[in-house]
């Protein structure tokens, strides 16, 4: 009898692990019945032929056909593909920085800060599909049939004079769609902001008045303190950018994957979402592995 | 003798000449390039400013146009003030039903996600258990993962709702019902639960160890302790996650699409319905109404609540900034 309740009797640390089992618990069920099992489900699907019936759902077994449809059969999703990481890879470096820069200005201080800082939170309260689609619609040009007004505004003056100056058309397009783009980044990234904001809260003062002792200027404090200590939040911040960028409504592949939805081709949908998520997926681990390498962690 | 001193004192005096004006042109220097720098900033501030009213300003415009036809002349004081968008929008979003719908919806789920995640962020925060750190490697990777890839599966989950056969071999419809997002907040895995639970956690982590001490102390059992010493220690946490939730609720539009067909749709589902009809009315050229006018009434009408919410708590939302500690 000793013995058996010696067996069960739990030392100080299993208890502990025990109550942290119990905080967790709640998550954990929710965490298997709400993501991993639609998960695993929806992994089953994109390898099946399904049927909604009445009375649930029906499956057979097609192999990668699915697959197979997505990226050599059908002439758009590949298209979208790459549409998507393309646009990506122009909105992460040009939100990051420019949050990145704005939150450094709304960090000092200065008078009317906190109007400033409502006014660039806004976008986080407002910034919906839908309703932002609509107001672009709207602030973008007078033209009735809505045609030729993706940006809000247009650099066309801003075009001509760098074409007649003689620099090469590439460029030119870049720096130009930037410009156009302000709208959609200063919309974009007000999360961003937020983040970089809690990260400068976290960097102690005293780095700041030992440099400005040393002499050094606040260029090189921004480059020898501020830029290496968010180096974290950076990543966070990158991180969450190429997510939004991805599952954005307007994202044409999740334009695809509604489309497909719609259509009831649930094992195609499910086919193309894996292989969007299988791409992000990887574009993570190479920014976390290769960009990011060099994160300086302070604590801990 | 006397001379050398002379000598002396003269070049004393010329050298701290030269320094005090240096010291004056540096301080001069400083000054000047703190002034452009405020300028710039300042400039700079309200060019962004103009970015970002400049949408909202011409959808409030827009909204209380009484024209027809979108004229050249206009650019921000519409020729003739009216309601009638207004109060066409409002019809068509069924105004009153639908604030009360979206607004339950939006606080009830904030409510539930910030005791679930709370509870979870503190389970891994404060406890050590085998696999916690595999645990919250999935918490995160559930972050990462877009929701579209499990979407359908879920929307079937609700559709033929049986809890891990809890009903028996019957299952129940939950389709547009608030259930399909009630359910996932009250068990930690709502919309952008990971996320929460990663701030609560990184909240947690931070607060001394000594107050779970002092209140073991004291007989509180681990449940207690978190109820009565750390929650309310946490409150701006809870405060600001309850408020990004609450938002993010209330914009959501693709699990909203997916779970709500028939009744109780949220503003969001409705703005995007009203959109497809009337660009499908104006194929038939209806002269007597503009679908930019009509639309940015709904977007008026369905921000309202929300503008109003965010300017009474635009404190919390940037106070938590300061206090929150988001670390990498």
Redesign the interface.
């Known amino acids: 009898m000793k013995r058996l309740k010696g067996k069960f009797h739990l030392s100080l640390e299993e208890r502990n692990g025990m109550k942290g089992y119990a905080f967790i618990m709640l998550w954990l069920i929710g965490f298997i019945f709400f993501f991993i099992m639609p998960i695993i489900e929806s992994f089953i699907y994109s390898l099946s032929d399904v049927k909604v019936t009445t009375s649930g759902m029906k499956t057979a077994f097609v192999g990668l056909k699915n697959y197979h449809e997505a990226l050599l059969v059908d002439p758009n999703y590949f298209r979208q593909l790459v549409n998507s990481l393309v646009n990506m890879l122009y909105e992460v470096p040009i939100i990051a920085m420019f949050s990145m820069f704005i939150a450094c200005i709304l960090n000092q201080k200065f008078k009317g800060r906190t109007f400033a800082r409502v006014l660039f939170f806004l976008p986080v309260i407002i910034a919906s599909g839908v309703s932002i689609e609509i107001l672009k619609q709207g602030g973008m040009s007078t033209d009735i049939n809505g045609m030729d007004s993706i940006y809000m505004f247009k650099a066309t003056a801003l075009e001509q004079i760098l074409t007649e100056a003689g620099i090469s058309q590439k460029v030119v397009m870049y720096l130009t769609n930037l410009v156009n783009r302000i709208f959609d980044i200063s919309w974009k990234s007000g999360i961003q902001i937020l983040l970089f904001l809690a990260g400068l809260q976290t960097i102690p003062s005293s780095y700041y008045e030992v440099s400005s002792m040393e002499g050094a200027t606040r260029w090189e404090e921004f480059w020898k303190i501020t830029f290496p200590l968010l180096s974290p939040i950076t990543l966070v911040c990158v991180v969450y950018t190429i997510i939004d960028s991805f599952t954005y409504y307007q994202n044409p592949v999740m334009q695809a994957i509604k489309g497909s939805t719609d259509g009831l081709k649930y094992g195609y949908a499910a086919a193309q979402s894996w292989i969007f998520f299988i791409l992000i997926f990887f574009i993570i681990i190479f920014v976390l592995r290769v960009v990011f390498r060099n994160t300086v962690y302070t604590e801990e | 003798m006397n001379q050398i001193r002379a000598i002396q004192q003269k070049s004393m005096m010329v050298v701290s000449k030269i320094s005090l004006s240096q010291h004056t042109r540096k301080k001069l220097v400083h000054k000047a390039s703190n002034a452009s720098w ?1 300028l710039f ?1 300042t400039l ?2 309200i060019g ?2 103009y ?6 300003l ?2 409030l415009s ?1 909204a209380f146009s009484g024209d027809y ?2 004229s ?1 002349l206009v650019v921000w004081i519409p020729r003739k003030f009216s309601l009638q968008n207004i109060y066409a929008a409002s019809k068509f979003l069924k105004y009153p039903t639908t604030v009360v719908n979206t607004f339950l919806l939006s606080s009830v789920s904030a409510l539930l996600q910030v005791i ?2 709370s ?2 962020g ?3 925060a ?5 696999g ?1 750190e595999l ?1 919250f490697g ?2 995160l990777f ?13 929307y ?2 609700f559709r ?1 709702f049986n ?2 056969g809890l009903t028996g071999k019957s ?1 129940i419809n939950l389709i547009n019902t608030f259930w399909t997002f009630w359910i ?1 907040s ?4 709502g919309l952008r ?1 990971g996320l929460f ?1 990663y701030i609560f956690r990184q909240f947690f982590r931070g607060m001394p160890k000594d107050l779970e001490d002092a209140a073991k102390i004291d007989g509180c059992g ?2 207690q302790t ?1 109820l009565r010493i750390m929650l309310p220690n946490a409150l701006t946490s809870c405060l600001t996650v309850f408020l990004f939730s609450f ?1 993010w609720h ?5 699990t909203s699409n997916m779970m709500f067909q028939i009744k109780n749709e949220p503003f ?1 589902v409705l ?2 319905r009203q ?1 497809d009809f009337l660009r499908n009315l104006s194929a038939y050229n209806f002269e007597n109404f503009n679908i ?1 006018y009509m ?2 009434a ?2 008026l009408i ?2 309202l609540p ?2 109003i919410i ?1 300017i009474i708590a ?1 404190r919390y ?2 106070e938590s ?2 206090k ?5």
């Open positions: 405020a900033r700079l501030i962004m400013g970015v970002i009213l400049y949408p909202i011409s959808m827009k036809i979108q050249e679930s995640c509870l979870a503190y389970g891994f404060r406890f050590k258990f085998k916690r645990l999935m918490v559930s972050i990462i993962v877009p929701p579209q890839t499990y979407i359908i599966s879920t079937l989950k033929f809890f891990f299952s996932p009250l068990m930690g895995n639960s639970i681990a449940f978190y938002v209330w914009n959501d539009y693709y969001s703005i995007f959109q930019q639309l940015n709904s977007v369905s921000l929300l503008i965010y635009q939302f940037i900034v300061d929150i500690g988001i670390k990498g």
